[in-house]
C-alpha cells in the first residue's frame, strides 16, 4: 500500500469518525440522562434553576452546544419572574476542559435574550450574586462532615454574547415602563473574576414613540458582584440623542423641547488617583453633557440657539448611599455656573446645591428667548450682567441662601431711539423670605435726535427726553416667602407715553394691542401672586388712562379718553368710564365681566352707560364706508383672541355677550331728535335686543322696542308707541312746522334690512296708527275753501281725528286720515316724502242720506304740494256720487 492511499484510507477513517461521533452526540443529547446531565452543568455555570427546549450538539468545527428556548430562573428573593431568557443559546466546550476530562462551557451567544433586573426594597439588585467572584479560595479552607463542595467555582461562564437583546428592570414587584432595547455585546473574563464589557443598546419606554433616542454604548472591566465589582472602570457614550426622545425615556410626555444630546461619563472605583484616596465602594465619576439647538418644537432651527455644556465630578458611596458631587461647571457660549452638591439616595432621598458663583449674560437670555418665543424682532440687542450665588436643596425647591445683582444694562429696541435703560438692583434671602429690591426701567423715547437741527433745538429735545424719562418707568418688586410659600410679583407703571412700552412688548412677540393702538399716558400697578407654585396663582391690576387716544380696527376716528379707570383680575375685568369722547357725544358708566359663565365662547359683559348726544350720523361716520366692509373682520379677532383671527366674523360676533343698560341726553336718527332716551341692551348669538326703551320726542313720550339680528344678513324690527306728541315738534321743515299745531298719540312697526344709512333708508318700511287731538292747520281755511271753491286764507280747527299712515319707498303716505268738526269731516290722504316734499289732499265726508239715490252737486277740494316750506295750494273740483242708503 502506497503512502497516499495510506493517508487517503487515514482522513477516509477520521471523517467516517467524526460523523459516527456527530451522530452519537446528536442521539444522545436527546436522552433524558443527557438532558439532566446538561442542565445540571448550565445550572452550575449560571449560578441559577435552568430550563430549557430542545439540545442539539456539532462537533465541527468547534464542539458547540446549541439550546432552545432557554430560560434562566430569577432568586425567589427578586420575584418568580425569570431572570433571562433568549430563544436559542449556543455555547462552545472549552478544549482545555475536555482534555482534562471536564465539560467546561466557553463562549455563550444569545439569540434576542430578554434580561429582567430587579432591585429589591433591601435596594440589592438580583445581578450582584450572578457574575463569579473575584477570590474562590474561601471554599478550599472549608470545612465539615460529609462529602466535601469543589474548590471551584460552580461559575464556568467565559465569554457571553448578546444578539438583539432586551433588558427590562423591575422595583420590587413593580415593572418600570423603561427598558433598552437592540442589546448587543459581550462580557467575557479577562481573569479569575475580572470581566469585559463591550455593550450597545437603545433606550426604549413603553406607549411611547421614540425617533432618535441614539445609541448607548457601554465599555470598560469590572470584577465579580460578590466583591460589589470592584475594582472596576466604566466608559459610557450616548452620542446624538433627540431631546424630545430624552424627554419622553424620562416622563412619557413632551415638553415641546427640541435639541441634541450627546453625554460621555467616566467611573472607576478601587483604583485611587493619586491625592484623591477613595474609600471602598466609593466610585470616581466624571460625566460630560452637551446639548445643542435647543429651541421649541414649531421654531426652525437658529445659528444662536442656545448650547449647554454640563460638567460634574465627584464620587458616587454606595455603602453610604450618597452622591457628591464636588464640581458642577455648567457652560453656555457668553454664561456660567460654578456649583457642589451631594445626594443622598437612601430613604428618605434628598439633594443639596451650592452655586458659588453664577454669571448670566443678557445676551444668552436673548437667545433662550428668540429659541422658545416666536417673533422676537431680529435686531433687538441686550448688553448686561446678572450675577449671583445661593444653596437649595429638596423638593419641592427650598432656597436656603440667595443673592442675585446687577450693575444696570441697556436694550436698544427697534422703532425706539434711545435705549431702554435697566438700572442696577440687588436681591438677598433673608429669614427665608427673599426680596428683590425695586427694579427699575426707563423706557426709551420715540423721537430720534435727528429730528432737532439747531443747537437750541437738540439741547430742548434731551431736556424733554431726560423729564419724560422720569416719567416713563416701569418698577418690579418680587418678593417670596419660603417658609408658607407665598410669593407676589408687583409692577408700578408710570407711562407718560404708553407707545414706548407697546413697541417693547410687540419686540418680543407679545403684542399687547392687536388691532389697537392707545397713545397718551397710562399709569397702575399690576400684582401677581402664587401659593406654593405658579400653577396657584392669582392676579389683579389697575390702570388709569387720562388723555389718552384709543384707535381701534373698524374705527374711523378714535377714542378720546381722557379719564377713564381699569380694573382687572382673576375674577373678570371692569371700566370706569368719567370722561370718554366717542360717536359725537362724551361717554361715562361702567363695564363688568360677569363670571358666572367664564367659557371663552360665551364670555358675558353687563354695562351701564350714559352719553350726553349719540347722532345716528356720527356712527355712520365712524363706522362707514371707510371702515366697511372689512372692519367687523379686523375689529373682532383683536377684541377676542388672536388663535381666532381665521374665524368668520359671523362666528366671533355670535361668541360676544353682553347686557346692560344705556341711557342717553339727546338721540338723534335722521331727523328725529329725542331727548332723555334710556333702555335695556342685550346682544346674544347675533342678535340685539333693546327693551324696556323710553324717550321724550316732540313734547311727548316715545317707548318701544328694537330687534336685529345679524346673521346671514343684518335685519332691523322696531315697535313703538307714543304719546302727546305735538304736531309742531315733528321733524318738519321751520315753516310747515308753524302751519300745524295739535296732539298725535300711536303707534308704529317699522322693518328695514342692509348696511349703511343709505341702504337702510332705502329699504325701511312699517304700518302704523294714529289719533290726533286739537289739531289746526295754519294758512288756509279749509272748510270755507271747499264750499266757495276759492281759496281763504285763515286756520282750519279739527277737535279729533285719526287713521293709518305707511312707510316706503322714503315715503310716508298717509291712508284716509278722518278729521272731526261740528261741522262736519274731512279726510286727509297724500304722502310726505323725507325729502319735505309731498302732496296732500283735505276732502270734505260724504253727507250721510237716505233720499235715494241721487247725485250731488259738484264739490271740491284742496291740494297742498310741492316743496314744504313752499307750497302749491289749488281748489279743485270732484264729482261724487252719494251711496245710496238702505
Given at each position: 500500500?502506497?503512502?497516499?492511499?495510506?493517508?487517503?484510507?487515514?482522513?477516509?477513517?477520521?471523517?467516517?469518525?467524526?460523523?459516527?461521533?456527530?451522530?452519537?452526540?446528536?442521539?444522545?443529547?436527546?436522552?433524558?440522562?443527557?438532558?439532566?446531565?446538561?442542565?445540571?452543568?448550565?445550572?452550575?455555570?449560571?449560578?441559577?434553576?435552568?430550563?430549557?427546549?430542545?439540545?442539539?450538539?456539532?462537533?465541527?468545527?468547534?464542539?458547540?452546544?446549541?439550546?432552545?428556548?432557554?430560560?434562566?430562573?430569577?432568586?425567589?428573593?427578586?420575584?418568580?419572574?425569570?431572570?433571562?431568557?433568549?430563544?436559542?443559546?449556543?455555547?462552545?466546550?472549552?478544549?482545555?476542559?475536555?482534555?482534562?476530562?471536564?465539560?467546561?462551557?466557553?463562549?455563550?451567544?444569545?439569540?434576542?435574550?430578554?434580561?429582567?433586573?430587579?432591585?429589591?426594597?433591601?435596594?440589592?439588585?438580583?445581578?450582584?450574586?450572578?457574575?463569579?467572584?473575584?477570590?474562590?479560595?474561601?471554599?478550599?479552607?472549608?470545612?465539615?462532615?460529609?462529602?466535601?463542595?469543589?474548590?471551584?467555582?460552580?461559575?464556568?461562564?467565559?465569554?457571553?454574547?448578546?444578539?438583539?437583546?432586551?433588558?427590562?428592570?423591575?422595583?420590587?414587584?413593580?415593572?418600570?415602563?423603561?427598558?433598552?432595547?437592540?442589546?448587543?455585546?459581550?462580557?467575557?473574563?479577562?481573569?479569575?473574576?475580572?470581566?469585559?464589557?463591550?455593550?450597545?443598546?437603545?433606550?426604549?419606554?413603553?406607549?411611547?414613540?421614540?425617533?432618535?433616542?441614539?445609541?448607548?454604548?457601554?465599555?470598560?472591566?469590572?470584577?465579580?458582584?460578590?466583591?460589589?465589582?470592584?475594582?472596576?472602570?466604566?466608559?459610557?457614550?450616548?452620542?446624538?440623542?433627540?431631546?424630545?426622545?430624552?424627554?419622553?425615556?424620562?416622563?412619557?410626555?413632551?415638553?415641546?423641547?427640541?435639541?441634541?444630546?450627546?453625554?460621555?461619563?467616566?467611573?472607576?472605583?478601587?483604583?485611587?488617583?493619586?491625592?484623591?484616596?477613595?474609600?471602598?465602594?466609593?466610585?470616581?465619576?466624571?460625566?460630560?453633557?452637551?446639548?445643542?439647538?435647543?429651541?421649541?418644537?414649531?421654531?426652525?432651527?437658529?445659528?444662536?440657539?442656545?448650547?449647554?455644556?454640563?460638567?460634574?465630578?465627584?464620587?458616587?458611596?454606595?455603602?453610604?448611599?450618597?452622591?457628591?458631587?464636588?464640581?458642577?461647571?455648567?457652560?453656555?457660549?457668553?454664561?456660567?455656573?460654578?456649583?457642589?452638591?451631594?445626594?443622598?439616595?437612601?430613604?428618605?432621598?434628598?439633594?443639596?446645591?451650592?452655586?458659588?458663583?453664577?454669571?448670566?449674560?443678557?445676551?444668552?437670555?436673548?437667545?433662550?428667548?428668540?429659541?422658545?418665543?416666536?417673533?422676537v424682532d431680529e435686531d433687538i440687542s441686550a448688553d448686561q450682567l446678572f450675577t449671583g450665588s445661593g444653596e437649595l436643596h429638596g423638593w419641592p425647591i427650598q432656597w436656603d441662601s440667595a443673592e442675585v445683582a446687577s450693575r444696570g444694562g441697556i436694550l436698544l429696541v427697534p422703532g425706539l431711539a434711545q435705549p431702554v435703560q435697566i438700572d442696577p438692583f440687588?436681591?438677598?434671602?433673608?429669614?427665608?423670605?427673599?426680596?428683590?429690591?425695586?427694579?427699575?426701567?426707563?423706557?426709551?423715547?420715540?423721537?430720534?435726535?435727528?429730528?432737532?437741527?439747531?443747537?437750541?433745538?437738540?439741547?430742548?429735545?434731551?431736556?424733554?427726553?431726560?423729564?419724560?424719562?422720569?416719567?416713563?418707568?416701569?418698577?418690579?418688586?418680587?418678593?417670596?416667602?419660603?417658609?408658607?410659600?407665598?410669593?407676589?410679583?408687583?409692577?408700578?407703571?408710570?407711562?407718560?407715553?404708553?407707545?414706548?412700552?407697546?413697541?417693547?412688548?410687540?419686540?418680543?412677540?407679545?403684542?399687547?394691542?392687536?388691532?389697537?393702538?392707545?397713545?397718551?399716558?397710562?399709569?397702575?400697578?399690576?400684582?401677581?401672586?402664587?401659593?406654593?407654585?405658579?400653577?396657584?396663582?392669582?392676579?389683579?391690576?389697575?390702570?388709569?388712562?387720562?388723555?389718552?387716544?384709543?384707535?381701534?380696527?373698524?374705527?374711523?376716528?378714535?377714542?378720546?379718553?381722557?379719564?377713564?379707570?381699569?380694573?382687572?383680575?382673576?375674577?373678570?375685568?371692569?371700566?370706569?368710564?368719567?370722561?370718554?369722547?366717542?360717536?359725537?357725544?362724551?361717554?361715562?358708566?361702567?363695564?363688568?365681566?360677569?363670571?358666572?359663565?367664564?367659557?371663552?365662547?360665551?364670555?358675558?359683559?353687563?354695562?351701564?352707560?350714559?352719553?350726553?348726544?349719540?347722532?345716528?350720523?356720527?356712527?355712520?361716520?365712524?363706522?362707514?364706508?371707510?371702515?366697511?366692509?372689512?372692519?367687523?373682520?379686523?375689529?373682532?379677532?383683536?377684541?377676542?383672541?388672536?388663535?381666532?383671527?381665521?374665524?368668520?366674523?359671523?362666528?366671533?360676533?355670535?361668541?360676544?355677550?353682553?347686557?346692560?343698560?344705556?341711557?342717553?341726553?339727546?338721540?338723534?336718527?335722521?331727523?328725529?331728535?329725542?331727548?332723555?332716551?334710556?333702555?335695556?341692551?342685550?346682544?346674544?348669538?347675533?342678535?340685539?335686543?333693546?327693551?324696556?326703551?323710553?324717550?321724550?320726542?316732540?313734547?311727548?313720550?316715545?317707548?318701544?322696542?328694537?330687534?336685529?339680528?345679524?346673521?346671514?344678513?343684518?335685519?332691523?324690527?322696531?315697535?313703538?308707541?307714543?304719546?302727546?306728541?305735538?304736531?309742531?315738534?315733528?321733524?318738519?321743515?321751520?315753516?310747515?312746522?308753524?302751519?300745524?299745531?295739535?296732539?298725535?298719540?300711536?303707534?308704529?312697526?317699522?322693518?328695514?334690512?342692509?348696511?349703511?344709512?343709505?341702504?337702510?333708508?332705502?329699504?325701511?318700511?312699517?304700518?302704523?296708527?294714529?289719533?290726533?287731538?286739537?289739531?289746526?292747520?295754519?294758512?288756509?281755511?279749509?272748510?270755507?275753501?271747499?264750499?266757495?271753491?276759492?281759496?281763504?286764507?285763515?286756520?282750519?280747527?279739527?277737535?279729533?281725528?285719526?287713521?293709518?299712515?305707511?312707510?316706503?319707498?322714503?315715503?310716508?303716505?298717509?291712508?284716509?286720515?278722518?278729521?272731526?268738526?261740528?261741522?262736519?269731516?274731512?279726510?286727509?290722504?297724500?304722502?310726505?316724502?323725507?325729502?319735505?316734499?309731498?302732496?296732500?289732499?283735505?276732502?270734505?265726508?260724504?253727507?250721510?242720506?237716505?233720499?235715494?239715490?241721487?247725485?250731488?252737486?259738484?264739490?271740491?277740494?284742496?291740494?297742498?304740494?310741492?316743496?314744504?316750506?313752499?307750497?302749491?295750494?289749488?281748489?279743485?273740483?270732484?264729482?261724487?256720487?252719494?251711496a245710496p242708503v238702505r
Open positions: 500500500m502506497s503512502r497516499a492511499q495510506k493517508y487517503v484510507r487515514s482522513f477516509a477513517l477520521l471523517v467516517l469518525s467524526l460523523a459516527a461521533t456527530q451522530v452519537a452526540v446528536s442521539s444522545l443529547v436527546k436522552t433524558h440522562r443527557m438532558r439532566v446531565y446538561l442542565i445540571s452543568h448550565l445550572e452550575r455555570a449560571f449560578g441559577r434553576p435552568v430550563d430549557a427546549g430542545s439540545f442539539s450538539f456539532q462537533v465541527l468545527p468547534i464542539p458547540q452546544l446549541f439550546v432552545d428556548n432557554v430560560t434562566i430562573g430569577e432568586d425567589p428573593s427578586f420575584g418568580h419572574e425569570y431572570f433571562l431568557r433568549a430563544e436559542n443559546m449556543a455555547a462552545s466546550l472549552r478544549l482545555s476542559g475536555i482534555f482534562r476530562g471536564r465539560f467546561e462551557f466557553g463562549t455563550m451567544s444569545f439569540t434576542r435574550p430578554s434580561l429582567i433586573l430587579v432591585r429589591n426594597a433591601q435596594g440589592r439588585w438580583n445581578i450582584e450574586d450572578w457574575l463569579p467572584p473575584a477570590n474562590t479560595s474561601h471554599y478550599a479552607s472549608s470545612s465539615g462532615y460529609g462529602p466535601q463542595p469543589s474548590a471551584e467555582s460552580t461559575h464556568h461562564l467565559q465569554k457571553i454574547q448578546f444578539d438583539d437583546g432586551r433588558i427590562n428592570f423591575k422595583l420590587g414587584d413593580e415593572k418600570r415602563p423603561f427598558a433598552f432595547t437592540n442589546v448587543s455585546g459581550t462580557v467575557e473574563q479577562l481573569d479569575e473574576g475580572r470581566w469585559q464589557l463591550q455593550l450597545e443598546a437603545q433606550p426604549w419606554r413603553s406607549g411611547v414613540g421614540l425617533q432618535s433616542a441614539g445609541i448607548l454604548q457601554v465599555r470598560g472591566d469590572v470584577a465579580g458582584t460578590s466583591s460589589r465589582l470592584q475594582p472596576a472602570q466604566i466608559q459610557v457614550h450616548w452620542d446624538k440623542a433627540s431631546l424630545a426622545d430624552l424627554f419622553r425615556l424620562a416622563t412619557g410626555n413632551d415638553p415641546g423641547i427640541r435639541g441634541e444630546l450627546s453625554l460621555d461619563g467616566q467611573a472607576s472605583v478601587g483604583k485611587p488617583e493619586p491625592g484623591e484616596p477613595t474609600g471602598p465602594g466609593q466610585w470616581r465619576f466624571n460625566l460630560q453633557a452637551r446639548t445643542s439647538q435647543l429651541h421649541r418644537w414649531d421654531l426652525t432651527e437658529r445659528s444662536d440657539n442656545p448650547n449647554v455644556n454640563l460638567n460634574i465630578k465627584g464620587i458616587w458611596d454606595l455603602v453610604a448611599g450618597e452622591v457628591r458631587a464636588d464640581t458642577i461647571n455648567l457652560d453656555s457660549p457668553h454664561s456660567r455656573l460654578r456649583a457642589s452638591g451631594e445626594i443622598l439616595t437612601n430613604a428618605p432621598a434628598d439633594w443639596r446645591v451650592r452655586v458659588g458663583s453664577a454669571a448670566v449674560q443678557a445676551q444668552d437670555l436673548l437667545a433662550w428667548c428668540r429659541a422658545f418665543q416666536p417673533n440687588r436681591g438677598s434671602l433673608s429669614s427665608r423670605r427673599f426680596m428683590l429690591q425695586p427694579v427699575r426701567v426707563v423706557l426709551g423715547s420715540q423721537t430720534p435726535a435727528s429730528a432737532a437741527k439747531s443747537k437750541s433745538e437738540k439741547a430742548l429735545l434731551a431736556k424733554t427726553r431726560s423729564s419724560a424719562a422720569s416719567e416713563n418707568t416701569i418698577e418690579s418688586v418680587l418678593l417670596e416667602d419660603f417658609s408658607t410659600g407665598e410669593g407676589v410679583l408687583r409692577l408700578y407703571l408710570r407711562l407718560a407715553n404708553v407707545t414706548p412700552a407697546f413697541k417693547i412688548a410687540a419686540a418680543f412677540g407679545h403684542p399687547l394691542n392687536r388691532g389697537w393702538e392707545l397713545t397718551g399716558g397710562a399709569g397702575g400697578r399690576v400684582e401677581l401672586g402664587w401659593q406654593r407654585g405658579l400653577h396657584n396663582r392669582h392676579w389683579r391690576g389697575s390702570f388709569d388712562l387720562s388723555k389718552a387716544a384709543l384707535q381701534a380696527a373698524g374705527l374711523n376716528l378714535p377714542l378720546k379718553l381722557d379719564d377713564v379707570h381699569l380694573q382687572a383680575t382673576d375674577a373678570g375685568r371692569s371700566a370706569t368710564l368719567t370722561h370718554v369722547g366717542a360717536f359725537g357725544g362724551i361717554w361715562s358708566g361702567s363695564i363688568t365681566e360677569n363670571i358666572e359663565e367664564p367659557s371663552p365662547e360665551n364670555t358675558r359683559w353687563h354695562f351701564q352707560l350714559h352719553s350726553d348726544l349719540l347722532d345716528a350720523a356720527e356712527l355712520d361716520r365712524w363706522f362707514g364706508p371707510r371702515a366697511r366692509p372689512s372692519w367687523l373682520q379686523r375689529l373682532l379677532p383683536a377684541l377676542l383672541s388672536k388663535s381666532d383671527s381665521d374665524a368668520k366674523p359671523s362666528e366671533l360676533m355670535r361668541r360676544v355677550s353682553a347686557e346692560g343698560e344705556i341711557s342717553l341726553d339727546t338721540l338723534i336718527v335722521e331727523k328725529v331728535r329725542l331727548a332723555h332716551a334710556s333702555g335695556k341692551v342685550a346682544l346674544r348669538d347675533l342678535h340685539l335686543d333693546v327693551h324696556d326703551a323710553e324717550a321724550q320726542w316732540a313734547g311727548g313720550i316715545v317707548i318701544g322696542n328694537v330687534k336685529a339680528a345679524f346673521s346671514p344678513a343684518a335685519q332691523y324690527d322696531v315697535n313703538a308707541a307714543f304719546t302727546r306728541v305735538n304736531l309742531a315738534q315733528l321733524p318738519w321743515t321751520p315753516r310747515w312746522a308753524e302751519r300745524w299745531s295739535g296732539a298725535v298719540n300711536g303707534q308704529v312697526h317699522l322693518t328695514t334690512v342692509g348696511v349703511g344709512r343709505e341702504e337702510l333708508l332705502e329699504k325701511l318700511a312699517g304700518h302704523g296708527e294714529i289719533k290726533l287731538n286739537g289739531v289746526e292747520f295754519r294758512g288756509w281755511d279749509v272748510p270755507s275753501s271747499v264750499e266757495s271753491g276759492t281759496l281763504h286764507t285763515g286756520t282750519s280747527h279739527w277737535t279729533t281725528g285719526e287713521g293709518e299712515i305707511t312707510l316706503a319707498g322714503r315715503n310716508v303716505t298717509l291712508d284716509s286720515i278722518k278729521l272731526d268738526t261740528p261741522r262736519g269731516k274731512t279726510e286727509l290722504t297724500g304722502t310726505i316724502g323725507f325729502g319735505q316734499d309731498g302732496k296732500l289732499t283735505f276732502t270734505p265726508a260724504l253727507p250721510e242720506t237716505r233720499t235715494p239715490p241721487r247725485s250731488f252737486p259738484a264739490r271740491r277740494t284742496l291740494q297742498v304740494s310741492g316743496p314744504l316750506d313752499t307750497p302749491v295750494v289749488v281748489v279743485e273740483p270732484i264729482s261724487i256720487i252719494a
